[in-house]
T-cell receptor
Framework: AQSVTQLGSHVSVSEGALVLLRCNYS??????LFWYVQYPNQGLQLLLK??????LVKGINGFEAEFKKSETSFHLTKPSAHMSDAAEYFC????????????FGKGTHLIIQP | DAGVTQSPTHLIKTRGQQVTLRCSPK?????VSWYQQALGQGPQFIFQ???????QRGNFPDRFSGHQFPNYSSELNVNALLLGDSALYLC????????????FGPGTRLTVL
């Protein structure tokens, strides 16, 4: 079975600083990996996805993530934080094709300090 | 494109009651997945429906059941509600076959008193 661990339930950065949200996965087979963002009282929006193509994945809103098989990691980064990035971020893994549900981490709350 | 829609937005029930939540998938999508998100937690996969049949199920008891209609919309039913069923219930739609992105609706907030 697959699992996801997100290190740090809360991360605080200053506006304009680097954002780094950590995600480690466990999977016995090559996984599909995702980052979702959730704003208060809203559903989840896909930021980016890894599907075994390029290991460096670029997403929306300036976010990107790098798949590192040797470290079983898929950390999310953004060079310069904006106030509008404050939200809950979830890393998720799926093994197999479209029939499989996503397994989510517990989430990281990103706080942007002015 | 209306995206994934869910109804109702909020719902309050008492222990032991039954509840039905509804989901309309994004236009063109034929697969619907349901997730439970407890407060402060990540979503947990309940089950997925395709061609009106349950295709995969997560670790949820039989009190949780679902249905998919010919127009691909779906219902989630929960019987004998427990306090622990209080959560945000998210519906996601996608296209079957190969890898396809799941698009999430805004969710239904269920409170069990």
């Amino acid at each position: 079975a697959q699992s996801v661990t997100q290190l740090g339930s809360h991360v605080s950065v200053s506006e304009g600083a680097l954002v780094l949200l950590r995600c480690n996965y466990s999977s016995s087979v090559p996984p599909y990996l995702f980052w979702y963002v959730q704003y208060p009282n809203q559903g989840l929006q896909l930021l980016l996805k890894y599907t075994s193509a390029a290991t460096l994945v670029k997403g929306i809103n300036g976010f990107e993530a790098e798949f590192k098989k040797s470290e079983t990691s898929f950390h999310l980064t953004k060079p310069s934080a904006h106030m509008s990035d404050a939200a809950e971020y979830f890393c998720a893994v799926r093994v197999g094709g479209g029939a499989d549900g996503l397994t989510f981490g517990k989430g990281t709350h990103l706080i942007i300090q002015p | 494109d209306a995206g994934v829609t869910q109804s109702p937005t909020h719902l309050i029930k008492t222990r032991g009651q039954q509840v039905t939540l509804r989901c309309s998938p994004k236009s063109g999508h034929d697969t619907v997945s349901w997730y439970q998100q407890a407060l402060g937690q990540g979503p947990q996969f309940i089950f997925q429906y395709y061609e009106e049949e349950e295709r995969q199920r997560g670790n949820f008891p039989d009190r949780f059941s679902g249905h998919q209609f010919p127009n691909y919309s779906s219902e989630l039913n929960v019987n004998a509600l427990l306090l622990g069923d209080s959560a945000l219930y998210l519906c996601a739609s996608s296209l079957a076959g190969g890898f396809n992105e799941q698009f999430f609706g805004p969710g239904t907030r269920l409170t069990v008193l």
